[in-house]
Structure formats: structure tokens, C-alpha cells
């Protein structure tokens, strides 16, 4: 196995201050005394003194062909994050309670060359590098187990994702764990609505406004998937129209409604007590999210989630960042998410029929990735299935600059005043045009209502601020 593996990366070793700064009242943690030794079997195990824990720590191996340089030399270049995060002991999670924390690593199991064979460094040729995070500002991936194994505080964070296990794109994020991206929004101020430039708006819906959010958060890189339902909300198995069981896993779970997701746990209850800003009901999906994981989760408000799916980009622009052709057919939008002329629907002639309930993942709703991220890596954005916010749905939302549209004192209310009828849906859906699909547009569905093109994805806080 890997016979030049790594033999000698010990002598160097760097101790790390925190990457990212506390924003609120946590302490910053500091790495000290960080060692690193190398075994016979060629296990590598690094130690570390922390002040001030908890904190998330995580690893980075660095090489440098300069054995004599100096710890701070920037010359020292990541082995790359796929090869480390099959470290083990203290890292990728919250770490306390210790006086020395303890790091293993297994490089010939995973750091080889094109024809499988290991590294060998010199002396002095390799270090650890230790980042301690502080628990309001932790890394920018989140993985939650949602198994029977996974549980409060079992969460583990990545900093970036080349150090996710097995890529971001590995099925196990689509079926029994949820990977969830850091959106750094707090104090941001930003344009939502649209112009008109973007000619399929609707001038009174997408009026254009400045928002701030007032916090960060994290949101879930796909939409929930039918495996992951299940895993959650057993009581209500495979409730989706597209159910082919070939597929049917990892495609959006669809006829959920808000009320069984958040509110109850059925399609009728309209339960008020549970309504924003009460945490949800525990028999309802999130309740039971949350109770399995600890964690705070949520719908997004459609501010958040307007945020999330421009990635940066303004108006006129995918989240990718490529423009908005204002057609039926976008052909940009073809790189980014399932609808309606992009195989969600069945072309005939010169017509788009619906498909078959039974059809595979290649019309109807697709598998949740199948198409390319935004800027900040999310997927399906545009398209595949609507997604369910927080919010009561009102045409003009424009002065409440990004608030959730929900009396907090009466929240069966608008934040203007009338009683709430209807909840938002964003991001269009495999059944409709591609100008229906655009970061900007607005629309709303009863709270009990089942459809096949609706689903959702998921926030949480998990002590962002």
C-alpha cells in the first residue's frame, strides 16, 4: 500500500490564531503548542493547547520545499482538504473540557499521486496548521446527520468545500445528511426586487428596495430531498408525485405543505401558536429536525433566501452571475436548474406537456444537483421545485426592508396589518418558464396546499450571529 508514502512530516508545526473573528461576545480562541509526529505506520498525530474553548477547530497540512523556512513563510502551500478531512479525534467539531486536544491522521489512505502512490517529505518539509473558530462565526460547511447515529452536538464544520468529505456532491448530502453553506449577510445592505431590465417582473411584487439583515446564517447547499423526509418525518413515508423508486431519493421531496413542514403535521391544521416567531410545532418536520439535531431550524425568510440565491449578483443576472435573457427559453438557465423547457416538461411539437408520474429524474423534478451551483454553491436556486419561506405573502413588501412579513405581536398578521392568507414561494419550479425562475420573483400558495412542483430547503443559526 502507497509504499513512499509519507515518511517524515514532523519538526515543523504552526500554531494558529482563530481565521474568523468573533462577532458578538465569544471569546477568540488561540491555538498553543501545537506538535506533530509521525509513526512507524505512518500515523500522523498532531497536538494542541486551546484558551478560551469551546471552539470548532479544524486542520490544514501544508508542504513546503523550502525545509528551512520559516512558520510564517508563504511559501507553505495546502496538500488540499480532500486529502485531510479524514482526520480524526479533535477537529471539524466543537472541542472543550481538555487540557491537551489530539489530531490523527492517515495520509497513505488517502494522499497519493495519479498512479496511487504516497509522498515522501523531507525533515522540517511539512507542518499542522490548527484554526480555532469561535462558536458565533464557525466554518463555512456544516454537515448534520439526520440518521439514527447523528444527534445534538454531533455536527461537524469544514472550511471550505474542498475539505467536505467525499465533495460537496456526494450522495450521502442528498440522502442522510443535510450540508449546509455559511451565508455571511449580517449588515449587508443590498437591492432586492428587480428592475425593468428584467421585463417578466412584476413592477408591484419585485418593486426594488434596500435590505440589511441582521444576522448570519447558515442554508442548505440542496433542497430536501425524499430520503432525507423520511429519515425526519416517517409518520407521512414518500409523500412526492414523482416517486419513481429508481430515483425517487435523492429527487426534491414535493406535496408538502408549510403547515406539515413548520406548523403541525398534517396539510388542514392551521395551528397559530406555532407560527413565526414561535419555534415550530414538534410534531412537524422542523420540530422534529430540531429535536433530532439540537439546532435552530427554519424556513428562510425570503429575504434570506433572496440573498442566497443572487450569490452576490445584482439585477439582471442568474446566480451564477450570467444574465437573464427575459425568455421563455434561457439558455443560461439551462446550466442552472430544471423547468419547464428544460425538461420538466415533455416537448410536443411545439408544446410542453406534463410528464408521467412515474417518469425518472429526466423530466419532472430532477436529482437535486444535477445542474450547476450559484456563486456561493448552491443548488437549484432556479428551478426544480418552488420553495416554502417563512413569511405571509403581500404584493408590495417594501417597507419592511427584508423584516419577516409577520406581526411578531399578532403573527397571524402581515407586518402591515392584514390577517395572512397565503405564504411566499421562491425560485420557480420544473412546470413553469424560465422568467418565473428568476432570483427576483415572487410567489405565494395557501398554507395547506399540496403541490407537486413545491418543495423546500432549510436555515439554521447553529449560533451564527
Known sequence: MNKNAITRVAAVAAAVVATAPSSSQAMIPEVSDVTMTQSATRRVTITYRLSDAPAVVTLDIQTNANTSAAADDPGWTSIGGRNICNAQGDVWKKVSGKDTYTITWQPDRVWTDAEGEGFKIAANGARARVTAWPVDNTPNYMVVDITATGGADTQTYYPAADFVPGSVTNSLYKTTKLLMRKIMAKGIEWTMGSTTLETKRNATREATHQVKLDGNYYIGVYEVTQAQWDLIQPSRLAPSYFNNAADRAMRPVELVCYNEIRNSNNSTT????????????????????????????????????????????????????????????????????????????????????????????????????????????????????????????????????????????????????????????????????????????????????????????????????
Open 270 to 465: 392551521a395551528d397559530a401558536t406555532y407560527n413565526w416567531p414561535a419555534d415550530p410545532n414538534p410534531n412537524s418536520f422542523l420540530g422534529k429536525l430540531r429535536t433530532k439535531s439540537g439546532l435552530d431550524f427554519d424556513l428562510p425568510s425570503e429575504a434570506q433566501w433572496e440573498f442566497a440565491a443572487r450569490a452576490g449578483n445584482g439585477d439582471t443576472k442568474w446566480g451564477d452571475g450570467s444574465g437573464i435573457l427575459n425568455a421563455d427559453k434561457d439558455e443560461n438557465l439551462d446550466l442552472l436548474g430544471r423547468y419547464e423547457r428544460d425538461g420538466g416538461k415533455v416537448q410536443n411539437g411545439t408544446s410542453y406537456a406534463n410528464p408521467a408520474q412515474s417518469c425518472r429524474a429526466t423530466n419532472g423534478t430532477a436529482i437535486v444537483g444535477s445542474y450547476a451551483p450559484n456563486a456561493w454553491g448552491l443548488y437549484d436556486m432556479h428551478g426544480n421545485v418552488w420553495e416554502w419561506c417563512l413569511d405571509w405573502y403581500a404584493d408590495d413588501i417594501t417597507a419592511h426592508g427584508g423584516k419577516v412579513n409577520i406581526d411578531p405581536a399578532t403573527p397571524a398578521n402581515t407586518l402591515s396589518g392584514a390577517s395572512g392568507a397565503s405564504r411566499v414561494r421562491r425560485g420557480g419550479s420544473w412546470g413553469i418558464a424560465a422568467g418565473n425562475c428568476r432570483p427576483a420573483y415572487r410567489n405565494n400558495g395557501a398554507p395547506t396546499d399540496r403541490y407537486n412542483s413545491s418543495g423546500f430547503r432549510v436555515v439554521c443559526t447553529a449560533g451564527l450571529q
